[in-house]
């Protein structure tokens, strides 16, 4: 039977804390989207793990052995290569990826692998065109593609969404809705949108290809400002986002829902060495999250799916 296609929608800074309303904005805020998702749980320590019907949700382990509040760039390392970054490197690193870790982002990443075993890859986010354009420079990369994720969908070929394709709804803004787009841009044509149809052209980018790569950052951002009304807020969008992607994904794409390190569900500190978080939904959901434990864990789980799409093993 052939394996789903997969939609990879990372969350940055996103930990599976304690159910305490007082300190974790993820057990106060309201998210029915994910509420419903999860059958009635909050993403909250005392719900995972757990292996329901339509959805599973696992604590992956982002400290992979290593002293310290784990960070953001050997992180997301970590989940998208399957290799220990952190140890490797010798401490945890963030945010960005470390210089002499990038070689590895991008020629090993899952997209770059999947890609290169033939499968069709895609990542989602928008980034203006100037930036892009930076990019097939010699010049220093300016920060934002300094991090990880977009590494790695460089060394894939996949970072290509601009300004148009955010105007048409054939790209995502990293932080879902549009403002700061517009006020960046000063482009009036850049339309508003609701997070809910953020997530429905996410799903409908993602129905169309075996690997589809999203990354929202504003969780991390607001777990840094250590509020618990910024803390909710971006977890209230996030589950209005999420409604709109289950609503819309065709029934043979699996939604893996994955951070790379906690933060916001603790308003007390900076970082945590909680678990991070990682729900998976949809077709096969049971059996991969009975085989996720740590951040390292869910790349080499995907290539795996992929060859029994019919990809080859990369």
Same mark, same amino acid.
């Given at each position: 039977?052939?394996?789903?296609?997969?939609?990879?929608?990372?969350?940055?800074?996103?930990?599976?804390?304690?159910?305490?309303?007082?300190?974790?904005?993820?057990?106060?805020?309201?998210?029915?989207?994910?509420?419903?998702?999860?059958?009635?749980?909050?993403?909250?320590?005392?719900?995972?793990?757990?292996?329901?019907?339509?959805?599973?949700?696992?604590?992956?382990?982002?400290?992979?052995?290593?002293?310290?509040?784990?960070?953001?760039?050997?992180?997301?390392?970590?989940?998208?290569?399957?290799?220990? =970054? &952190?140890? #490797?490197? !010798? *401490?945890?690193?963030?945010?960005? +990826?470390? %210089?002499?870790?990038?070689? /590895?982002?991008?020629?090993?990443?899952?997209?770059?692998?999947?890609?290169?075993?033939?499968?069709?890859?895609?990542?989602?986010?928008?980034?203006?065109?100037?930036?892009?354009?930076?990019?097939?420079?010699?010049?220093?990369?300016?920060?934002?593609?300094?991090?990880?994720?977009?590494?790695?969908?460089?060394?894939?070929?996949?970072?290509?969404?601009?300004?148009?394709?955010?105007?048409?709804?054939?790209?995502?803004?990293?932080?879902?809705?549009?403002?700061?787009?517009?006020?960046?841009?000063?482009?009036?044509?850049?339309?508003?949108? =609701? &997070?809910? #149809?953020? !997530? *429905?052209?996410?799903?409908?980018? +993602?129905? %169309?290809?075996?690997?589809? /790569?999203?990354?929202?950052?504003?969780?991390?951002?607001?777990?840094?400002?250590?509020?618990?009304?910024?803390?909710?807020?971006?977890?209230?969008?996030?589950?209005?986002?999420?409604?709109?992607?289950?609503?819309?994904?065709?029934?043979?794409?699996?939604?893996?829902?994955?951070?790379?390190?906690?933060?916001?569900?603790?308003?007390?500190?900076?970082?945590?060495?909680?678990?991070?978080?990682?729900?998976?939904?949809?077709?096969?959901?049971?059996?991969?999250?009975?085989?996720?434990?740590?951040?390292?864990?869910?790349?080499?789980?995907?290539?795996?799916?992929?060859?029994? *799409?019919?990809?080859?093993?990369?």
């Amino acid at each position: 039977m052939k394996s789903p296609r997969v939609l990879l929608l990372f969350l940055d800074g996103v930990g599976v804390g304690s159910d305490d309303p007082s300190t974790n904005p993820l057990a106060a805020a309201a998210a029915p989207a994910l509420r419903q998702i999860l059958e009635g749980r909050k993403v909250v320590a005392e719900s995972f793990p757990f292996i329901g019907t339509r959805a599973s949700g696992v604590a992956l382990d982002a400290t992979l052995g290593v002293a310290g509040l784990p960070q953001s760039g050997t992180g997301q390392i970590a989940l998208l290569t399957g290799v220990n =970054a &952190a140890e #490797q490197f !010798g *401490r945890h690193f963030g945010p960005y +990826a470390p %210089t002499s870790l990038r070689l /590895l982002v991008e020629r090993e990443s899952v997209l770059a692998r999947a890609a290169r075993a033939g499968a069709t890859v895609t990542f989602a986010n928008g980034y203006p065109g100037s930036l892009i354009a930076m990019a097939a420079g010699s010049a220093r990369r300016p920060l934002p593609l300094r991090a990880a994720i977009t590494i790695a969908a460089l060394g894939a070929g996949v970072l290509k969404r601009h300004e148009a394709d955010i105007i048409s709804g054939n790209a995502i803004a990293s932080e879902i809705t549009h403002d700061f787009w517009r006020a960046a841009s000063g482009r009036s044509e850049i339309p508003d949108i =609701a &997070a809910v #149809q953020a !997530g *429905r052209n996410l799903a409908r980018i +993602a129905n %169309t290809h075996d690997l589809t /790569l999203f990354a929202h950052y504003g969780t991390d951002s607001a777990g840094h400002r250590k509020e618990m009304s910024a803390g909710i807020a971006a977890w209230q969008l996030v589950d209005e986002f999420m409604g709109g992607v289950v609503s819309d994904l065709n029934d043979d794409v699996l939604l893996i829902v994955a951070s790379d390190h906690g933060n916001l569900e603790d308003i007390r500190m900076q970082h945590t060495r909680n678990p991070a978080l990682c729900i998976v939904v949809g077709p096969g959901h049971q059996t991969l999250a009975g085989r996720l434990r740590a951040l390292t864990d869910v790349t080499p789980e995907l290539l795996g799916l992929l060859a029994t *799409r019919g990809c080859r093993r990369a």
